[in-house]
């Protein structure tokens, strides 16, 4: 069951592209019409059946200009455009607020904001990585790289060293928290609201935090 959309998808667009310039705004948008064909295509027929020129011919564009968005078809799965937004909100908050208390506070209310349009993608993203494990391998690696944009974050805020293993491992435990929340949502067929969910999944981390 979806979510009545509470913005349209200009209003995210928006939303991502707030600090971005005019030459960057009109590639993000340009890259999400490309994912949404994908994703439409995804859901009708499959991921492994659809091919790039089905993607291209969707979007009204030429195969060589989706390749210069996303340089593989498991791109579309992988990458998203969130990790800056994520970034932005973080720097904004005090510094001696707790990585946990920075993260809800950063990362909740931009999430209803995309789920509410992007929903239906979220979910069929996800039903891929279950359902392919060479697209799921690929999400792992994507992941260190929001591992590595967080700890810069936190390592700048608070003058922590990126090699201090405490801080890394609350950002590991923070990062498999929100995959294994966002995975329990998708086999649910997405029918539990995700930012419930993950507000119980980082009570969760902050209590083992504690003990």
């Not at 990458?79 to 909100?89: G, H, I, Q, T």
């Not at 494990?133 to 390592?155: G, I, K």
Request: hydrophobic content about 40%.
């Amino acid at each position: 069951m979806t979510s009545a959309p509470l913005h349209d998808s200009a209003g995210i667009e928006e939303l991502l592209g707030a600090s971005l310039g005019l030459r960057e705004r009109k590639k993000l948008k340009t890259r999400r019409a490309i994912r949404a064909a994908a994703f439409r295509r995804f859901a009708e027929q499959g991921y492994e059946a659809t091919t790039i020129d089905q993607i291209a011919g969707d979007a009204d564009i030429s195969p060589s200009t989706f390749f210069r968005y996303f340089p593989t078809k498991e791109d579309l799965v992988i990458r998203d455009d969130y990790d800056p937004l994520l970034e932005s909100a973080l720097r904004a908050r005090p510094a001696n607020e707790s990585l946990v208390e920075s993260i809800r506070h950063a990362m909740m209310e931009p999430l209803r904001e995309i789920i509410a349009v992007d929903h239906d993608d979220m979910l069929t993203r996800m039903r891929i990585l279950i359902d392919n494990p060479v697209v799921n391998a690929r999400n792992q690696a994507e992941m260190h790289r929001t591992r590595d944009m967080l700890l810069n974050v936190f390592c700048e805020r608070n003058g922590r060293s990126p090699e201090d293993l405490e801080l890394r491992v609350q950002i590991a435990a923070f990062l498999a928290a929100t995959f294994e929340t966002i995975l329990y949502w998708a086999q649910r067929d997405g029918q539990d609201d995700i930012v419930t969910l993950l507000e119980q999944a980082l009570d969760a981390v902050a209590k083992g935090f504690n003990h």
